[in-house]
Structure formats: structure tokens, C-alpha cells
């Protein structure tokens, strides 16, 4: 089915985020960590996909196929553009059909740092709007988009940003997902924007819980995510204690869920890190909010 209907079918929509092992990691870790994370009956589970190299293709494909297939949970499969012609991304979509996978998660991509790469001349694609059109030639797929709460790292402004996003829909985006964010402040004043424009599709919020102090000072410096003085003193006072990190960002990301979802949001989309573990103990937490929700009466 396309993930799009569910948010008519649920005021709380909750997902997952995958990725792919490392090419020197079994392929077979990443099934134990879908084993886990089935039971926890997530609406759909993504599966990132690598800027380049054939293997983080490949693996994508497979994933979203054993996600889809044999635990019948909805998968949304990352694609990439930026480095690919038009016959390699026709060929990654046919493997889709194949593998029945008919959502996708439309991204321009980084760029590959492999100095020797080359890129056709000229690029087949640009930008992730050109992937978005491209795929949709074809009603087979149901087409996701990213948007960022706090603007593109790469765009001159917000307004900038809020414009190309509404014509990222416009060409027939279905859905989005942001950013991770650290300040709900930020995502409620970047909706009010995105309603002013006429961005209508459900946007559903992404939320990375922190276990690492390092891992997520890098993430939020290479995605220009704001880390609030509040959880800068949560990473600070932890650093040297990873159980007590751990559970500190736990709470901190129930906290935050709570606060979105009470304010009414599509959905949360748990960035997992592969940590099934750490994304069992926040469905826990919301379990009842979320049932509450979806039960009530005036269910969309």
C-alpha cells in the first residue's frame, strides 16, 4: 500500500529509520535488528541508501524487500540522484517493482568523495525534484520527500528553502519527513511556514534520540541542527557516563514526542541508529499516548 494513506488512516503515524550494515559488517546484522524492531509494529520502516557504490544499492533493495515481503511491514526505500543517470535510477526502480516496494523516499544525495568518480555529463539530476518527476511518470510508486526545520545547510535562506519545498511538492511529493531537531520550537514556527505557502501534504517529524555525545555533536554540526542549551547540559553532564547518557536521551526524545504529538503531528519517524533497543523503550513510553490518539473518536 502507499504509506501516504495512513495518515488519513491515523492521527499518529510511527515509523522507523534503518540502514544498511557497513560494507565490512554481515548484511545479517541488520536482520536481527528488523527482528527486534518488528514487534514494536511500526507503521513502516525506511531504509537509507548510500550516495554511490553498488553494495549500499543492493543492500537497500534487499532490506526494504525482507521488510516488505516477509514481516509485511510497509517500506519506504531511500533513493539517491545525484551521481546517477536516468538507466541507473530506471533500474533501481525496477528492482522495486519486482520486490513489490512501492514507496520511495525521493533525495538529491551527497556528493560522492571518491575524487576519481565520474558524473554524467550532463547530470541527469540535480536536485531531488528531478528524481521526484522522474519517478512519477510512473503512478506504480508513492513518492516521500525531506524537508529541514531549520533550513537546508546548502540553502541561502529559510525563504529560500520554504519555496523550492513547495515546489518539491507541487511536482508530487506525497509526504515529508524532517530533519532531526533538538527545539520544537523550531518545527512549530517551520509549520506555520509551510501552511502559509500552501504546503498541504503531512509532514512527519524525525527524531534522533541521543545515546552518543560525540556521534551527535558531528551529526548536528554536518546537518546545521541547533543543540539547545538545555540538552548541551544533558551531553555535558553524561559524557563520561554512557548508560546514564543513554537514558537521559531517552527521556529527553519521549519529552519531545509527547510535546509534537499532543500538538498534533502526522507522525514521528524514529531516527533508530540500528539500536532496537533504545527505540523499544521510547515506543514503550508513548504506547499509550499514541493508542489513545488512534482510538479516539473523530479517527481520521
Request: proline residues 4%; negative net charge.
Amino acid at each position: 500500500m502507499f504509506i501516504k494513506d495512513l495518515f488519513s488512516q491515523k492521527k499518529t503515524v510511527i515509523s522507523f529509520e534503518i540502514f544498511p550494515p557497513k560494507k565490512d559488517t554481515s548484511i545479517d546484522s541488520i536482520y536481527k535488528t528488523i527482528d527486534a524492531l518488528a514487534p514494536l509494529n511500526p507503521d513502516y520502516i525506511s531504509v537509507t541508501y548510500g550516495a554511490g557504490g553498488s553494495t549500499s544499492k543492493n543492500s537497500t533493495v534487499e532490506i526494504a524487500s525482507i521488510i516488505k515481503n516477509k514481516y509485511n511491514i510497509e517500506a519506504l526505500a531511500h533513493l539517491t540522484c545525484i551521481a546517477s543517470t536516468k538507466e541507473d535510477i530506471n533500474i533501481i526502480l525496477q528492482q522495486l517493482k519486482e520486490n513489490n516496494i512501492q514507496n520511495i523516499l525521493a533525495l538529491r544525495g551527497d556528493f560522492p568523495q571518491d575524487p576519481d568518480f565520474k558524473f554524467p555529463n550532463p547530470l541527469h539530476f540535480t536536485h531531488a525534484i528531478d528524481l521526484v518527476q522522474h519517478i512519477k511518470k510512473d503512478n506504480y510508486f508513492s513518492v516521500a520527500g525531506t524537508c529541514y526545520p531549520e533550513g537546508h545547510i546548502e540553502a541561502k535562506s529559510m525563504k529560500d528553502d520554504i519555496v523550492y519545498l513547495k515546489r518539491k511538492v507541487d511536482a508530487g511529493t506525497d509526504f515529508l519527513i524532517t530533519q532531526l531537531f533538538f527545539d520544537n520550537n523550531l518545527f512549530y514556527s517551520f509549520k506555520e511556514k509551510t501552511d502559509i505557502i500552501g504546503i498541504d501534504v503531512p509532514i512527519e517529524v524525525g527524531v534522533m534520540p541521543v545515546i552518543n555525545s560525540n556521534q551527535i555533536r558531528r551529526i548536528a554540526s554536518l546537518c546545521g541542527a541547533h543543540i539547545p542549551e538545555k540538552f548541551v547540559k544533558i551531553l555535558d553532564r553524561y559524557i563520561d557516563n554512557k548508560e546514564a547518557l543513554k537514558d537521559a536521551g531517552i527521556a529527553y526524545a519521549t519529552e519531545q514526542i509527547i510535546d509534537l504529538i499532543s500538538s498534533g503531528v502526522s507522525g514521528i519517524h524514529i531516527y533508530t541508529m540500528n539500536n532496537p533497543e533504545v527505540a523499544e523503550k521510547i515506543v514503550h513510553n508513548i504506547s499509550s499516548i499514541v493508542t489513545a490518539l488512534n482510538n479516539s473518536n473523530g479517527e481520521k
